[in-house]
């Protein structure tokens, strides 16, 4: 599942025109749909939103992954573990997006809510600060630059109680 929240544009000193707030949802519009896609396990609709040399700071991998190769092995990597807890539902949320000619950079929330774990604990969301550049070409935009930093870890047994719930 997945659940996109209203988009704001940050506006420049100059501000947003007609075109430019067109374009910062637009902007949104892929950047969230990279979740709605792999959501769904849609590969295809995933890579689509990224150019084939975007760099990655993912939160899965301490090196910069450069394009797509390096993208297919982390993703290889975690098809064979299979390890973690199975995701309910991404939310990205509370974008900033700035959009200057062809280029634009979002900054953005994501939310991973979790599965119920076995013995039907509740796993905390992770919260992840997130920032994309993404650049037009051909009448396109597609995301350059992803750069996740994991500010509340998640998938473990929620212990605010005391006792996981």
Known sequence: MFVSAAHRSSVSASGLSGTGQKDAETVWSVVS????AHAHGDRGKVDER???????????AEELLLGRKDLDRLRAGRDATAAGPAVA??????PVTDVSGHMAVVRYWLEVQYVPAADGATLCPE???NTAVLRRSAGVWRIVHLHEEVWVA???????????K
């Open 89 to 94: 539902a991404y939310r990205a949320h509370d």
């Open 154 to 164: 998640g998938g473990m047994p929620d212990m605010t109680a005391g006792t996981p």
């Open 127 to 129: 919260r992840v600060r």
């Open 33 to 36: 749909g990279l979740y709605a």
């Open 50 to 60: 990224l150019d084939p040399e975007a760099t990655i700071w993912h939160s899965e």
